[in-house]
């Protein structure tokens, strides 16, 4: 297997737990608040997206793409935090874009619905992140 194979397969299941993060806190924040919709979902997808972003600067710099350098750090965190920010304006652009102005779909109640457009957000967020870290972040 290609070594991006296997960094791409380090990234899914690092993006996994990540994902437990961010959906955990998301719904945390939601079920405490009521809110599942309108520009409130937009707070709190940021908080949860950024929670899970700062685990995933420490899991992928280390074991996924195996950084070890300490020289750069400054600019490595910087690039990290560039590509995450497109990555959150994507995520968030998706989730506030579904759960706003597309009712919940087949049934489903608004917190599902904005599971719903959670997991869909990640799916498209998740291939930027890993384009962007690749080969802008922890290109060797």
Do not use: C, R
């Amino acid at each position: 297997m290609s070594k991006t194979f296997i960094q791409f397969i380090k990234f899914a299941f690092v993006g996994g737990i990540n994902t437990g993060i961010d959906f955990a806190v998301l719904n945390s924040l939601m079920w405490i608040s009521g809110i599942y919709k309108g520009e409130e979902i937009i707070f709190f997808n940021i908080i949860a997206f950024t929670v899970a972003t700062i685990n995933s600067y420490f899991m992928n710099k280390h074991w996924t793409f195996g950084a070890k350098g300490k020289e750069e750090v400054g600019k490595e965190f910087s690039q990290f935090l560039l590509v995450s920010l497109i990555g959150i304006s994507i995520n968030t652009s998706i989730v506030y874009s579904i759960t706003t102005f597309i009712e919940p779909s087949f049934g489903l109640s608004s917190p599902v619905w904005a599971n719903f457009a959670k997991a869909s957000a990640t799916a498209i967020s998740l291939i930027w992140n890993f384009i962007g870290y690749k080969f802008i972040v922890f290109k060797k």
